[in-house]
């Protein structure tokens, strides 16, 4: 029901809907919950408060307008998206696997050209595509590795120098 609600010195000012022409109202000051009244006056002590109009001089201005105010904007925070250029650079020169680091290393600049031209989601897509095709280059060049060392100390597989 009520549209607008702003803070003056010393009192509420309500803008309302369906007041005519949106004029303010002051609030009464609250009333005192500890004094004592008497058994015949309780009907006049809850009554509806009696509004005081405001003049329109007292219209609160839009931010920006008054010299004292300050205008602060706030912007949810949203980190980057991770294109794991490092990473793929790495897997393709000393685990590239099938090629996986390779293929992880097409992703990773990809990545970074859309986040470098605004598109955030299509950077966070192709980030996502490097970094799985890195660990699966990781996990399989280092299931390779572990086999050959296993080979090795088992004597299946001989190093003739």
Sequence with gaps: MWSETSFFSFGLSIRSSCAPDSQYYRLPAPM???QTVPL?????AFSPPN???LS????PRMPGQDPASTIINVHS???HPKDFL???????????????????LVFSVKA????VVGDLDGARSYGSTAKCLNIFALIFSLLVIILLIVLLAM???????
């Design 155 to 161: 004597g299946i597989l001989a190093v003739t120098v």
């Design 86 to 104: 490092v990473w793929s650079v790495f897997n393709t020169l000393y685990m590239n696997f099938c090629c996986l680091g390779f293929f992880a």
């Design 77 to 79: 925070y949203e980190p």
């Design 56 to 59: 329109e001089e007292r219209d």
């Design 40 to 44: 015949g006056q309780i009907n006049r």
């Design 112 to 115: 970074r050209d859309r986040k």
């Design 32 to 34: 005192n919950t500890n």
């Design 51 to 53: 509004y005081e109009l």
